[in-house]
């Protein structure tokens, strides 16, 4: 009797076990949403692709033959037939604004102006909606696309709004236009002197202001500028965000802004998950209310203080080892002195941030890397996963120094295609050798993390990964073969930059970025199999469906 009972309670839990712990009992239990039919990209050991997918409690609990992961459909699980279509994990921007890109979709848009008068002729209409002497703002104005590519100056606006101040920013955000009214508002004269890391550039005859505000010249300006609301803000660029394919993103933000996040995550309408960075200079701040690194959870996390250390090139503000090769009098303008700048890093590094350091020119990225370097070897830490952000033109004694010290090459493929003639004219062709040399850094075993810098340049994942794997022009297709060739990736390189290395920034390639068993269900069905089509054809595919922690946050029903 006493064995009977022992037998039976060993028989139970040993099905108990078998229950619990079993590959072939787990298959059976009920999905939320199933993918069925499909060729999910898994890329897993000597797996390239799995037929079908199932989701249950926002995670993938199974992958496998559509036959097998039927058996998890019940009637309350949604179905999805992919119909021999590609799935890949989802889409992980690294660097965009994303506040400021959902507000650009809302303001005076200036991106697609190909002259000034074009940029006259909207600034005019946009003073007919305004009251009386209201300021006009507008961004995204791009010089290098007008004829002959000059800097326009501040007559141009006199001439259609000499009652209205008018403040356009620069595609880059690194420097302003102006007309005489904002500058004489703002008492910005002949003798205003340059501020530390910025330029006023002036007319060389008169050294009257000319209307352009380089780096911390524009901060000069006292016009304040219009209202936004940083929740419709996002809302807007969400929206955007769902139909692009993107799961996650990493986004400048601000302590202000992160409540906005919060409040959106809380109330679940946060449809992608976001990686918020801080500026470095808010540190004492975030020390004080014990905000950290890594903070948060699967859907809002505190990300790494953002330093920079240098502008950009086409405002000439990217710092350089050698002159602007069309400018042999500028070698840009470092944001802090030296020895100030490696201190900073110290810091932040001490207290056990993660830094993300934005750098373009060769001497920027030389003294970020210095400065992760020297933070740690005086602390013995090295886990941090420092960022430079950009690493656009690397010295070639650099290039190996980001895999040697753990350093992730937050890059823009998209910089590259949209700026390498011009590129060129301004290094030189020698030096261009170590402009956005992202097969270099990957072969040497850095982590490369890619995004857009979005509103920069539009958000669309399908522009980097086309302009990853072929190194030319998206509108022109220059130069054919692509643009120093030898640093173009494969596109299954190019889709884990995009997934599985922003991942990775964010330390959290343990739960996506990829496709496993365990992992959030973020995927992204597209129209076609990119992983096989010529390359041209990325720029024309389209996301089907957008799966965020196995909700459809963006589909075809
Ligand atoms: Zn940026």
């Not at 007319?203 to 000319?210: I, K, Q």
């Not at 030319?472 to 297709?477: A, F, L, R």
């Given at each position: 009797m006493i064995i009977g009972r022992r037998k039976r309670l060993l028989l139970l839990s040993f099905f108990l076990f078998c229950l619990l712990f079993s590959p072939g009992c787990r298959q059976k239990e009920i999905a939320d949403l199933v993918l069925i039919n499909g060729q999910i990209f898994v890329a897993d050991r000597s797996v390239d692709f799995a037929e079908a997918a199932a989701v249950r409690g926002g995670r993938i609990v199974s992958l496998g033959p559509t036959e097998t992961v039927r058996r998890q459909i019940s009637p309350s699980t949604r179905v999805i037939d992919l119909t021999g279509k590609l799935a890949l994990p989802g889409f992980i921007d690294a660097h965009c604004h994303f506040a400021s890109g959902g507000r650009s979709l809302a303001g005076l848009t200036l991106r697609e102006a190909k002259s000034v008068e074009a940029i006259q002729k909207m600034v005019a209409a946009k003073i007919k909606e305004l009251p009386e002497g209201a300021p006009v703002f507008g961004s995204e104005f791009d010089h290098t696309l007008f004829p002959g590519a000059e800097w326009p100056t501040k007559e141009d606006l006199d001439k259609v709004s000499p009652r209205n101040p008018v403040i356009l920013e620069r595609v880059d955000g690194h420097s302003v236009w102006v007309n005489s009214l904002a500058l004489s508002l703002s008492g910005i004269a002949a003798k205003t002197p340059d501020p530390f890391g910025g330029e006023i550039s002036r007319?060389?005859?008169?050294?009257?202001?000319?209307g352009i505000l380089k780096e911390a010249a524009a901060r000069l300006l006292k016009i304040p500028p219009p209202a936004s609301n940083a929740e419709e803000d996002i809302r807007r660029a969400l929206k955007l965000a769902a139909r692009l394919g993107l799961t996650g993103i990493h986004t400048s933000s601000t302590l202000e802004e992160l409540e906005t996040y919060r409040k959106l995550a809380s109330s679940g309408q946060l449809t992608l998950r976001v990686y918020a960075w801080l500026p470095i200079q808010d540190i004492d701040a975030c020390l004080s209310q014990g905000i950290k690194t890594g903070q948060g959870d699967e859907m809002l996390r505190v990300g790494f203080l953002k330093a920079f250390i240098d502008g950009t090139v086409s405002s000439s503000t990217a710092l350089l080892f050698e002159p602007f090769s069309d400018e042999p009098d500028k070698r840009g303008e470092a944001q802090y002195a030296e020895e100030d700048f490696y201190e900073l890093v110290g810091q932040a590094h001490g207290n056990g941030y993660q830094v993300g350091i934005h750098a373009i020119g060769d001497k920027g990225i030389h003294w970020a890397l210095n400065a992760i370097e020297r933070a740690q070897k005086e602390t013995g830490k090295n886990g941090l996963r420092h960022r430079i952000e950009h690493a656009s033109l690397i010295h070639p004694d650099d290039a190996g120094r980001f895999a040697s010290l753990g350093v992730i090459a937050s890059m823009q493929p998209t910089h590259c295609t949209t700026d390498l003639v011009y590129a060129e004219k301004r290094f030189g062709t020698e030096r261009c050798r170590g402009a956005y040399i992202w097969k270099t850094l990957a072969d040497s075993g850095a982590v490369l993390a890619f995004g857009t810098d979005w509103p920069v340049e539009p958000l669309d994942p399908m522009r980097g990964l086309y302009s990853a794997v072929?190194?030319?022009?998206?509108?022109?297709?220059?130069p054919p073969g692509g643009w120093f060739p030898e640093q173009r990736l494969s596109i299954r390189e190019a889709v884990r930059y995009y997934t599985w290395g922003p991942a990775y920034a964010s330390f959290e390639e343990n739960i996506k970025g990829t496709i496993r068993v365990?992992?959030?269900a973020d995927f992204v069905v597209l129209s076609d199999n990119i992983l096989e089509i010529?390359?041209?054809?990325i720029l024309e595919t389209k996301v089907l469906y957008t799966v965020v922690g196995g909700e459809v946050v963006f589909g075809a029903d």
């Open positions: 007319n060389p005859r008169t050294g009257e202001p000319s072929t190194r030319q022009n998206i509108v022109s297709g220059d365990g992992n959030l010529e390359p041209a054809r």
